[in-house]
């Protein structure tokens, strides 16, 4: 054996990483973790109240129907509403509800319900949400939270604050068993700072997914960030502070000029952000690439990192890990299992009378820079600074 072969050898031992085999062997620690599901873990009722919903929203998603609302034993779903009369009956026969209301500005004038659920169109989403609180109503409502107005931002933290009432944004990574375990382990301090993160939401499509007034078609695609941007914003707490992005052209027509409503030439944008940590972060959405449609990420800190359910790090005893429990008529529903988790969560937050986790200020963090970023990928990646929105 050569001089060079076994300084080497003496020099991977000292690291405590032996032979190659180290890594599948376990020699550096990484851990394979396995929460209990949301759904197999024992919930315990603390009220029989019931918040009266109503539900609107029954596009190409279905997504009105989606959350099990109507299983939630806390929950009465009071009526549904939908713009087209056949989608409407549709939300109402799996809501089991009989009132039903040609539109949302109808149905949040009724005084019976609390709280309402907007599956509507991601353009109307802050309208929407502006709307039914003024009306004395609850919000919970599908992502982003925004549509690509920072004004509209503005308008929707100070329509919750003059309010009071719940407002929660609906993103699914959240309550995906890999994100709320990063979180709580960030929160152990597991992590230590995050010196790097990413976040992707893959989507590849070979033509725009169906959208009332064709919304979807040729959208900037950092407009919809939220699935990625969980990954650092609800992991920590924490805030993106500036971002630096570059966009994929499309070659489908409609990103070809005069293609789309917005003049957006991009089917891909990764955005690299500069976080409060003095970190950085990764975050993309794209289209393109053939085949592969997922929501996932990864955090490296300075006491750990974590890459799906494979954690390394300092900390020895994790906590717990598991997204909360649902009630067993409550399905855990699709996304990774979030959908429940999400519901169950807007419903307890209204009935303890707490902010919901996800509130205004998180769902603009999640989502108000990747409106900076495909700004920044116009300008061919300059540097922008991220609005901040705190409590």
Not at 3 to 29: Q, S
Not at 175 to 186: G, L
Not at 228 to 234: F, H, R, V
């Amino acid at each position: 054996m050569s001089d060079g072969a076994i300084e080497r050898r003496r020099f991977l031992a000292g690291m405590g990483l032996g032979a190659i085999g180290g890594l599948a062997t376990g020699t550096f620690g990484i851990r394979s973790l396995a929460p209990e599901p949301a759904s197999a873990r024992k919930w315990e009722p603390t009220t029989d109240r019931k918040v009266r919903f109503g539900i609107i929203g029954y596009g190409t998603c279905q997504f009105g129907a989606k959350f099990g609302f109507q299983d939630h034993p806390n929950v009465e779903i009071v009526a549904v509403s939908d713009l087209f009369p056949e989608r409407r009956e549709g939300l109402a026969k799996e809501c089991r509800c009989e009132k039903t209301y040609e539109s949302l500005e109808v149905l949040v004038k009724d005084p019976k319900i609390e709280a309402v659920f907007l599956a509507t169109d991601a353009p109307q989403h802050a309208r929407h949400a502006i709307l039914a609180l003024e009306h004395g109503k609850h919000v919970l409502t599908a992502v982003p939270a925004v549509w690509g107005s920072i004004e509209e931002a503005e308008q929707l933290v100070e329509t919750v604050k003059k309010t009071g009432l719940k407002y929660m944004m609906a993103e699914t990574s959240c309550y995906r068993p890999d994100c709320y375990a990063m979180r709580q382990i960030y929160r152990a301090g597991g992590f230590g700072r995050l010196v790097y993160s990413e976040g992707e939401y893959f989507h590849y499509i070979t033509e725009p997914i169906p959208s009332y007034k064709g919304w979807r078609i040729g959208a900037p695609p950092l407009w919809y960030p939220t699935h990625s941007t969980a990954y650092y914003i609800w992991v920590t707490g924490k805030r993106f502070t500036s971002v630096s992005c570059t966009g994929f052209r499309g070659e489908r027509a409609e990103y070809r000029p005069g293609g789309n409503r917005y003049e957006n030439p991009f089917a891909d944008e990764v955005a690299l952000f500069e976080t409060t940590e003095g970190g950085i972060s990764r975050m993309l959405m794209g289209k393109s690439v053939r085949g592969k449609t997922i929501e996932t990420g990864r955090v490296f800190g300075e006491r750990g990192w974590m890459d799906g359910m494979n954690y390394a790090g300092a900390l020895e005893k994790l906590p717990d890990i598991s997204v909360p429990p649902i009630p067993p008529s409550v399905p855990a529903g699709g996304h990774g299992g979030s959908h429940g988790p999400i519901a169950h969560e807007f419903v307890s937050a209204i009935l303890e009378d707490r902010e919901p986790l996800v509130n205004v200020y998180e769902a603009l963090a999640m989502t108000v820079p990747g409106i900076v970023a495909h700004r920044s990928a116009l300008r061919e990646g300059e540097r922008l600074k991220v609005p901040q929105f705190g409590p």
